[in-house]
């Protein structure tokens, strides 16, 4: 969840058990090994959540014994908006490792990485990439990063159990989503899951949506960020906040809504005590070692919109592996080495082992394992048939700071979707004024 899903307090989050930090590990050296054999040393700069340590520990250990001439070591930095300034200051100062992973999509654009990253155009691993992830990390015709773990969905988990007892198929419509809820509380089984007790998760039946947005009206990423469309305004754009205001004025919430939090709605998803719940494949991971039984028994379908033919799921592409101009000579060769390698069978099979997959690679050939649980197959198939589209983060910058606390008072019938829509453009009009955006004066 990684684009603007980076870890961050209370924003969406595409890690395991959604932004979990490893407090332990303050930026600096995480033991690698020492470079016993001359050649090339890489300092590598990772996220510090739990989820991107371990990758990286495990990737750069492989990598090692490798003996290629090269030997490379982890550093970490802060996840959020500190996280992001020391990338962005270190790039500025001419003091970035020889080889970072930050976001791919539009904050990898704001790195301006035609003056600040090396092009990686010219590599055989570029052919590879699944397009969606290749568009995410170019710029100017260029591509600039390698792909780092895996994507993750945005729809809704499902118990399976309560749907086949209850007769009812996987939804292609809203329509459709609404007539399985009530079917579902008739049968005194919370239909929809809510935990706004963490507001990130609120914002799930807005964002998840895109893919439909893009469906209905397929140049509105563009639009937006250029000030020209609205949510307020949009018939596409405004359902999800249309859809939170329909759930609660059902009755289709869990009556804790209000208090539950992230691993109560994923328990109450995994036991059947509620049977569909708007969220992120990331978080498939915490349900599963806390309720072993969900692996099989919980499934993921895209959130639907209104027409069944153009169905699909909003997809959060994997982070970037950049390299910075400032990494040279047999420096650069040396990271060359190391991202070829990453991107190849080698690294895919440390990829595919050392954290659960949240979806698929973005690397052809690098494939899922086998028993991966129900939902991330289930997202799997929807990328498979090319039906998705990415995240809004990945296309546009624009995203205002409120949206959690406004969908909040959306589904918890404070505010009406009208309102609510028409108070997310306020809030993203400042943000993209302090973006410096043109059009949105």
């Known amino acids: 969840m990684n684009g603007r899903t980076r870890p961050r307090p209370r924003r969406l989050a595409v890690l395991v058990g959604a932004a979990l930090l490893l407090s332990a590990c303050s930026a600096g050296s995480l033991g690698s090994s020492s470079d016993s054999g001359g050649g090339e040393t890489l300092d590598f700069l990772i996220g510090n959540d739990e989820s991107a340590v371990a990758l990286g520990e495990a990737l750069v250990e492989a990598f090692n014994a490798t003996n290629q001439g090269v030997t490379v070591t982890l550093e970490t930095r802060p996840g959020g908006s500190e996280g992001d300034n020391v990338v962005k200051t270190r790039l500025a100062t001419g003091d970035m490792a020889d080889v970072f992973q930050y976001n791919s999509g539009s904050l990898f654009q704001a790195l301006t990485p035609q ?8 590599e055989g ?8 992830f290749r ?18 969905g945005g729809g809704v988990l499902y ?10 198929s996987v939804p292609t419509t809203w329509a459709e989503f609404m007539a399985n809820s009530a079917a579902i509380k008739a049968a005194g089984i919370d239909p929809v899951v ?23 009206e397929p140049g509105f990423a563009e639009q937006y960020t250029a000030g020209r469309v609205k949510y307020a305004t949009s018939a596409p754009a405004i359902k999800g906040f249309q859809h939170l205001q329909e759930v609660h004025e059902a009755g289709y919430q ?11 709605g994923l328990r109450k998803v995994a036991t059947g005590e509620g049977a569909q ?33 153009t169905n699909g799921a909003t997809q959060w592409l994997p982070a970037g592996i950049y390299v910075p101009q400032t990494t040279t000579g047999a420096k650069l060769e040396a990271a060359k080495t190391f991202l070829n390698w990453v991107t190849g069978p080698d690294g895919c099979e440390v990829a595919r082992t050392a954290v659960p997959p949240t979806g698929p690679f973005a690397t052809a050939g690098c494939e899922l394992p086998a028993d991966v649980p129900a939902a991330v197959a289930d997202f799997a198939g929807y990328v498979d048939d090319g039906r998705t589209s990415p995240a809004l983060e990945f296309l546009s910058p624009v995203k205002g700071p409120a949206l959690e606390q406004i969908t909040v008072e959306v589904g918890s019938g404070i505010r009406s979707a009208q309102d609510g829509a028409a108070l997310y453009d306020d809030d993203v009009r400042k943000q993209a004024q302090q973006l410096g955006l043109p059009g949105w004066d």
């Open 254 to 264: 869990n009556v804790d809504f209000a208090s539950a939090e992230l691993e109560d």
């Open 135 to 152: 568009s995410s990390v170019s710029a100017g015709g260029e591509v600039y990063g390698a792909p780092w773990g895996a994507s993750l």
């Open 125 to 132: 691993w570029v052919s590879t990439l699944q397009d969606d």
């Open 115 to 122: 003056q600040q990253l090396t092009p990686l155009t010219g």
């Open 277 to 309: 719940y708007p969220m992120l494949t990331s978080t498939v991971i915490q349900m599963v070692a806390n309720n072993p039984e969900s692996a099989q028994d919980v499934g993921f379908f895209a959130l639907p919109g209104d027409d069944a033919a």
């Open 194 to 216: 809510q935990t706004y007790g963490e507001t990130w998760t609120s914002q799930l039946l807005v964002l998840a949506d895109f893919h439909n947005v893009a469906a209905a």
């Open 159 to 168: 118990n399976k159990p309560v749907y086949e007892r209850l007769g009812l």
